[in-house]
């Protein structure tokens, strides 16, 4: 059992990257983060192997497409920080759209809340075809799309 973390551009250099808007914990953080809320899920629910978190990031566009595909041939939930890619790509929403036929659950998480920033954030090209879109509440999005498939 397994759920993939996939993070967009630019979000590798969290900690260091515009800390006003995104906060000053990395990558790393959050993935113990999200291990131990899978963690104390098990417990709680008295499963012996926690949900793995499999955290990832890349700055290249046909390697977070590839990793899409990956979760449908593996049927593996996916909660999806598209970064700047949410604004404008339509292979990375075609790829996420093969999810959505198959079923498999998908939330589009960002740590800040697009809707207040800039024009250009309002649209995301991915929200049609994500389960639901969590956004606005720093690595607390993550947690809370991770509450939701460990309780679906
Ligand atoms: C983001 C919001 C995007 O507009 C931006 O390009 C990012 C991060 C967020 O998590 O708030 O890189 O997805």
Redesign the pocket.
Known sequence: HRILVLN????GRLGSREPD??GSADLESLRSALAEDAERAARGSGDSAPVSIDLRQTDDEAELIHWLHEAVDTRTPVIL????F??YSYGLRDAAAQLHTADIPLVE??????HA?ERF?HTSVISGVATGVI?GFGFD?YRLALHYLLTR
């Open positions: 967009g551009p630019n979000l808007v995104y920080n598209p970064a700047a949410t604004h998480v960002h740590i800040s809340n697009p920033r954030r956004a999005s």
